[in-house]
């Protein structure tokens, strides 16, 4: 999980083109920085721009060096990229199992569907909402994730890309239909959960739903 | 009335609210009146004179519009009266549908509208008054366009050109537009942005501006084409590409497998369910032929052994009879039989002689009878002690050889019975022997042969068959499709040839046409620049000191005079009047000579002409590289579509053949299988047999072995026996033979004694007979004679018996032996014969039953599966997915029998959707990572929807791949380099027409400059100067466009080649065309964070005020908020309009036309001072303009117009405009 407490960026009166760094260097720092992705089929702010340049091997090596200076690594993933700290204490890392938590319900849910939703996938929460509706087993699966705000099944979806589309894993792609598309950055979750050992235990659960699935 | 030409006056008939007004405007007039009672609609209606723009009066668009609010009847008109130098003439505007004008040529008389009762009159009836009166009046005037010709002077008919209130040049389309914007500025206070709105206002038509938003939606379009294709190129798409076709090969063949199982699962199981039934039958049947086989076999068998043993009965007793006879000859050899047989038959005779040696004796004897009865009776008697005691020997000795022969005949017999019995035992336990290894053998034997019938047999034929045929089949698709594939791959080749050829070819024509046409651009700007060199310096030049000083120079100088000397600098000319019409004195007729000199109009029309010239070039290049392109994709789409088609056609067969090797593979692993499992078969029995050959074989041996045991057994006890036997009767013999030797001593002994007594007695006797003279001798020779036939017929007698026995035996036995044994041989052969019957009719049966059963079992385990494969069905398939994904396959296949059972069919299938399942994931997995790399409305349409069916997913995978195999790409990519083409070359067009304008606004800046520097206010000194200067614009979007247009004048059409890093793009090509992008990029954010809406002409530039009124100055300003008071501002507002206004109107009027007057229409002018308006009337006379202004009230500054005009209300809501008394202070 990236970093999501950032140092406040430190600026002093060079530019990132004093540096030989591209120009686009402070809003790759600006995002990821946030914790954030940055995925190479992002549309929304130059995104799959932005990842273009750090891709270029010349950038890329520049960058990370730039960024290492400030404790930041750049992490590569399949078409995606992140920050992570170089150190980091114990209680930080534990919130961020916390929040990394609530995803695994999320692609739980997100993995169950008839259609699964993979990287690339576009869908509209009323889409979600509707097979939800329509099929016990996912109506459960989504009830069980924990949202503050969920008067109805579509709010709960709403809320759930929402957030996903703040962690930028996923991106709206169109407003007006509210039409949502999955961000490469969505393997880190993938792979996330793939690594999780799982051990039986000897309580009993109520839940019907069974473990969990892994595409 | 004035002495030029004028609008003198306007008449409204039925104008809004206004039934009729005529008011005078020769001078400067001023409108009084409250706020809505119609000055500015009076105003607007004279400012529609000059516009003639129904759309440019300022009216709102929530009001009503121009037509509507002022024509609102029939007979509603507009006349506008205009005095020329020497009458006037008369332009009435009224509405026919729209708004039309006529003029007529006459000045304005209300007669010609009015009838007797005041009423306004219709336009047939004015038409028809007119006529009456014989007045011309000219036909419908239906456009505004042609009006404006007409007032302005460039209508080319002779009939209505009179009709001008000034000549105007190609630019007095300015006039109209000055007045119109002095009229509608309202601003009080300066702002230079309206002065450069005025400017450029005056110089634009509405259409030259560039729309930004077009411009944006042109940058937008092609920014996502680039965009969409650079996604396309990207590596990793690409191999996104070659895992989606990987995959959907695989899908699409496990698709295709799973068909093909579901067609044969429904043909086996409809074959399974209409086959029970039979195949039980056919199960039964066989189970009873089955039992009459061997029902008929066994009592074939029975009667054959029963036959059998009765030959076997038969050999036997004639074995024994060959046996026995055979022994007895054998014993009667060992006797001398046949000597005895020849001395028996000599026995006859002997007794013959007998009788006759005794018939002789008793002859020679007759005379000496009584000694001879003495010595016989003596000698006899003597004999007869002799014979006594040799009787008496020999019976002792006989008694002696008797009882030896008879212990040696014990012990012979005690022999014989133990040999007997032990040889009886022996054949006994040999037979037990034997029978068990005949047994054994026959045994042995079946499996022999049913070894032969195994091996003979090819198990698994038909499948084997079959597998062959369709191996055999296969190989020949194969191969057809294997030379098809090769000529498809040939033609591919050559089209691709053709295509680059092609591509070829339509590059090189570009390029070609692009130099051409480049060159010739060159030449054509060399000329425009000669031109423009020219045209700088003509102010300075001998050319402007001509136009300055020399009326109609072109005339006279300008017949004679070399062009280049035209334009010298150098040549300091000076006017000397007595030598005005001579060159150098000398007076020249040049009436017939051609003017060689050109006006400034003719070169600005040359430089025109050589602009529209490189334009069309431009065109011509553009249509030229449109049509290339055209071409380009026109092949792209022929050649693309082919080798799509081809490349596809190939792929299939490709993809056939492979799908062929692999089934070949499998069906020669199949067979190998087959024949494998066949000889698994064979060798399964085979081993079967051959343990049991093993088995017997080595009881064949122990049994042998155990035959030999016995009989080296039985024989050592015999050889014991028979040993002990002989030394016994050894033993025997010699105590006998010692007995009687000792006894035959003693006899011999007792004999000689006897002999010599019976010789003496002879000897006594003899001696007698000789005393009486009798032949002793030859009685004694008679006597020895009768002695030895005696002993001759004694010995006969002794084997009389054996020879009758054997001569018995001879007569029933030994002479019957040949026939005996022919018989035996003869019932051995048949015997033999009944074996090989026997032999070959157990193989027949083996076969047959073996044969029966293995059909048998055939169909028992075929039913077995069928159950098997009907339950597995039923409980583990029926009701999973894979079934009612395929059910109506299942459903509708024929019976049919195929390789495969239910089971394996129902296990391969469930496995195949697992993996189809796994395989369609991972490929929906990489549709769904490949569309989202695109943007949502990409113009590939690699889209796919999250609910999108497997077919829409397959769809997407085969579009792609047509996508790829026609090479749509390239079109994709010729459209987007025609289209960067085109936006560039369209901005730059926009830019330079836009900019081409820069030139006339840098003129009229001058011209304003010029003008107000004449501004004199040196009398009131009121305001000390005006300056205005010109720099460059900083608007962003402005300068990314020039930008753009500098860098498209740099690299002409062409840099769009290297737009991707295709095959013909150079790395000089393809940095250009990045620079390209990065500018259209660039502009598309600019255009975003700038939200303008288009770039005017006032975009172009910025301008800068420095005024001074009294110690104020302004510095050089854009905005002058506050020069003065309010007053002042008002003045120098109007200072300004009425400079533009001047400088427009000069610059768009001919030359030759200077008596004319126009009229500034400035509304509120209500706060200026009385002095104020005063230098401002003077100001606009010096520069032939009238004012016309509005007053809400009366304050005394109307006084300074010519005419003033009231406005009031009247009850019925009608306003009324009426002059008022006027004391003209100035005029």
Redesign the interface.
């Known amino acids: 999980m990236p970093t999501r407490n950032p140092k406040p960026e430190t600026r002093n009166s060079m530019t990132a083109e004093d540096y030989g760094l591209p120009k686009q260097t402070h809003d790759i720092f600006a995002i990821m920085a946030r914790g954030h992705f940055i995925s190479?089929?992002g549309?929304r702010d130059n995104m799959?721009r932005l990842y273009d340049i750090i891709n270029n091997p010349e950038n890329f090596d520049r960058l990370q060096a730039y960024f290492n200076v400030i404790r930041y690594n750049i992490e590569r993933g399949n078409?995606y990229f992140y920050f992570s700290k170089t150190s980091e204490a114990n209680s930080i890392i534990e919130k961020k199992l916390e929040t990394f938590e609530r995803y695994i319900d999320i692609i739980d849910l997100f993995a169950s569907m008839?259609?699964?939703?993979?990287?690339?996938?576009?869908?509209?929460p009323s889409?979600i909402s509707e097979e939800c509706n329509a099929n016990v087993r996912l109506k459960q699966k989504l009830q069980k994730i924990p949202m503050y705000r969920s008067e109805t099944l579509l709010n709960k979806v709403r809320d759930i890309c929402d957030l996903m589309a703040r962690d930028s894993f996923l991106e709206l792609?169109?407003e007006q239909t509210e039409?949502y598309?999955?961000m490469?950055a969505y393997a880190y979750l993938l792979d996330l959960i793939n690594s999780i050992a799982i051990y039986e235990e000897s309580g009993e659960e109520n839940n019907s739903g069974g473990g969990i699935i892994y595409? | 009335m004035e002495n030029c030409r004028i609008l003198n006056r306007i008449v409204e008939i039925n104008i809004t609210n206004v039934k009729y007004a005529d008011i005078e405007l020769c001078g400067n007039t001023c409108f009084v009146g409250t706020n809505n009672y119609g000055k500015t609609s009076l105003q607007r209606a004279i400012l529609f004179f000059y516009s003639a723009n129904s759309r440019g009066l300022g009216i709102a668009q929530s009001q009503k519009t121009f037509e509507e609010h002022y024509f609102r009847f029939e007979n509603s008109y507009l006349v506008y009266e205009i005095t020329t130098e020497d009458s006037a003439f008369c332009v009435m505007v009224y509405r026919h549908n729209k708004l039309v004008f006529r003029f007529f040529d006459a000045p304005y008389n209300p007669d010609f509208f009015l009838n007797a009762n005041d009423e306004a009159m219709k336009i047939k009836e004015v038409i028809g008054g007119f006529e009456k009166r014989g007045i011309y009046i000219s036909n419908q005037i239906d456009t505004f366009e042609r009006y404006r010709n007409i007032i302005y002077g460039t209508e080319t008919d002779k009939q209505l050109s009179k009709f001008h209130l000034l000549k105007g040049n190609e630019k007095y389309q300015n006039i109209p537009k000055s007045i119109t914007n002095v009229f509608l500025s309202s601003k009080s206070s300066i702002d230079s942005r309206f002065i450069k709105d005025f400017i450029a206002n005056s110089l634009t038509t509405e259409n030259s501006s560039i729309k930004l938003e077009q411009v944006e939606r042109q940058l937008r379009q092609f920014n996502e084409k680039y965009?969409d294709i650079e996604?396309f190129l990207k590596k990793?798409s690409g191999q996104l590409v070659e895992l989606i076709d990987k995959k959907y090969d695989q899908v699409h063949m496990l698709k295709g497998t799973q068909m093909d199982l579901a067609d044969k699962l429904g043909s086996s199981l409809r074959f399974a369910e209409t086959q029970n039934e039979s195949i039980r039958e056919a199960a039964k049947q066989k189970e009873e032929e089955l039992e009459q086989l061997i029902e008929a076999h066994d009592t074939f068998k029975t009667n054959l052994e029963e036959k059998q043993k009765d030959i076997r009965e038969e050999i036997g007793y004639y074995d024994r009879t060959i046996r026995d006879a055979n022994k007895k000859l054998k014993e009667y050899k060992e006797k001398n039989i046949e000597q005895a047989v020849e001395k028996n038959a000599e026995r006859e005779k002997l007794q013959v002689d007998l009788n006759i040696a005794r018939r002789e004796y008793d002859s020679l004897t007759s005379n000496v009878s009584s000694i001879e009865q003495k010595y016989s009776s003596l000698i006899e008697q003597l004999r007869n002690d002799k014979s006594a005691y040799i009787n008496k020997i020999n019976s002792k000795t006989g008694e002696v050889f008797n009882h030896y022969n008879e212990l040696q005949l014990l012990q012979k017999n005690e022999y014989n019975k133990k040999d007997t019995e032990l040889k009886a035992k022996r054949e006994e336990t040999i037979e037990e022997i034997t029978a068990e290894t005949t047994a054994k053998q026959i045994e042995f034997n079946e499996l022999k042969s049913e070894e032969k019938v195994i091996r003979n047999t090819r198990f698994y034929e038909a499948e084997i068959k079959g597998l062959e045929t369709e191996l055999a089949e296969l190989r020949a698709v194969n191969y057809k499709n294997k030379s098809e594939r090769a000529i498809k791959t040939n033609m591919v080749a050559t089209l691709t040839r053709e295509w680059e050829a092609m591509e070829l070819k339509l590059k090189t024509s570009l390029s070609n046409q692009i130099n051409k046409i480049n060159g010739e651009i060159i030449k054509i700007k060399t000329e425009i620049k000669e031109i423009e060199d020219k045209l700088n310096v003509q102010h300075d030049a001998f050319y402007g000191y001509l136009e300055k000083h020399v009326k109609d120079w072109h005339t006279t100088i300008g017949k004679v005079v070399n062009e280049k000397l035209l334009f010298r600098t150098d040549l300091t000319p000076e006017f000397k009047e007595e030598a005005s019409k001579t060159l150098y004195g000398i007076q020249l007729e040049l009436g017939q000579v051609e003017v060689v000199s050109k006006s400034i109009e003719e070169y600005q029309h040359e430089k025109n002409e050589r602009l529209a010239q490189i334009k069309d070039l431009e065109e011509s290049l553009n249509q030229f590289q449109v049509a290339n392109n055209e071409e380009k994709m026109l092949a792209a789409d022929r050649f693309g579509k082919q080798l799509g088609e081809l490349k596809e056609d190939v792929k299939v067969l490709a993809y056939s053949l492979e799908l062929a090797d692999k089934r070949e593979q499998k069906l020669i692993e199949e067979l190998e299988e087959w024949k494998q499992r066949a000889g698994t078969e064979i060798e399964t029995s085979l081993s079967g047999n051959r343990a049991k050959l093993n088995l017997i074989e080595e009881e064949l041996s122990v049994l042998n072995k155990k035959k030999n045991t016995v009989l080296t057994d039985f024989n050592v006890q015999l050889e014991r026996l028979r040993v002990y036997n002989e030394e016994r009767i050894a033993e025997l013999k010699e105590r006998q033979e010692t007995e009687i030797s000792e006894l035959e001593v003693e006899k011999k002994n007792q004999v000689k004694e006897f002999e010599d007594k019976e010789e003496q007695l002879s000897k006594e006797k003899e001696t007698n007979f000789k005393a009486k003279g009798v032949d002793s001798k030859q009685i004694k020779q008679i006597d020895n004679r009768i002695k030895e036939i005696q002993e001759a017929l004694k010995e006969i007698e002794q084997y009389q018996q054996v020879v009758n026995d054997y001569l018995k035996d001879k007569r029933e036995t030994f002479d019957k032996l040949p026939d005996l044994i022919q018989k035996k041989e003869e019932f051995v052969k048949t015997s033999n014969d009944m074996a090989g019957q026997m032999e070959e009719a157990t193989r027949k049966f083996n076969l047959k039953r073996m044969e029966l059963n293995k059909q048998k079992r055939a169909f028992d385990e075929e039913l077995i599966e069928f159950n098997n494969g009907i339950n597995f069905y039923t409980t583990n398939f029926r009701d999973t997915p894979v079934f009612t994904k395929h059910a109506d396959i299942i459903d509708r296949a024929e019976p049919k029998r195929t390789n495969h059972n239910i089971m394996e069919l129902c296990t391969q299938m469930l496995k195949n959707e697992s993996h189809f399942n796994e395989e369609y994931?991972a490929f929906?997995?990489y549709?769904?990572?490949?569309?989202?790399?695109f943007?949502?409305d990409n113009h590939f349409n690699f889209i796919?929807?999250?609910?999108?069916t497997q077919g829409e997913y397959e769809r997407f995978a085969q579009n792609l791949r047509s996508f790829i195999n026609e090479n749509k790409i390239e079109m994709s990519l010729a459209e987007t380099a025609t289209q960067i083409g085109l936006v560039t070359d369209s901005i730059a067009t926009k830019v330079k027409e836009l900019s081409g304008q820069k030139d006339k606004i840098q003129h009229i800046i001058t011209l304003i400059a010029e003008d107000f520097k004449k501004a004199e206010f040196e009398e009131s000194k009121l305001i000390e100067f005006i300056k205005i200067k010109i720099e460059e614009s900083d608007n962003k979007v402005y300068r990314l466009l020039k930008k753009i247009e500098e860098f498209r004048e740099e690299h002409g059409l062409v840099y769009s080649e290297g737009l991707f890093n295709t095959d013909f793009a150079t790395g000089s090509k393809r940095e250009i065309s990045t620079r390209a992008v990065r500018l259209l990029e660039q502009l598309r954010s600019a255009i975003k964070e700038q939200d303008q809406e288009e770039i005017r002409l006032q975009d172009l530039f910025e301008l800068k005020f420095n005024i001074k009124e009294g110690m104020n100055e302004t510095g050089w300003t854009h905005k002058i908020d506050s020069i003065g008071s309010t007053g002042t501002d008002i003045l120098v507002k109007a200072i300004i309009y009425i400079t533009l206004l001047h400088v427009f109107i000069k610059e768009s009027s001919h030359r030759s036309s200077s008596d004319f007057k126009v009229h500034c229409i400035i509304d509120e002018v209500g706060q200026i001072s009385a002095h104020y308006l005063r230098e401002l009337l003077k100001f606009a006379k010096n520069r032939n303009i009238m004012m016309i202004n509005g007053l809400p009230n009366k304050s005394g500054l109307e006084s300074h117009y010519r005419y003033t005009y009231q406005f009031r209300k009247e009850d019925s809501g009608n306003v009324r405009i009426f002059p008022s008394i006027v004391t003209e202070v100035e005029a």
Do not use: L, M, P
Not at chain 2, 927 to 933: P, R
């Open positions: 190479s089929n549309a799959g078409n008839d259609n699964k939703i993979t990287i690339g996938s576009r869908f509209r889409e792609e169109d039409s598309k999955v490469d595409n | 965009q996604t990793e994931t929906q997995r549709v769904n990572e490949y569309a989202g790399k943007r949502f796919i929807r999250n609910d999108a």
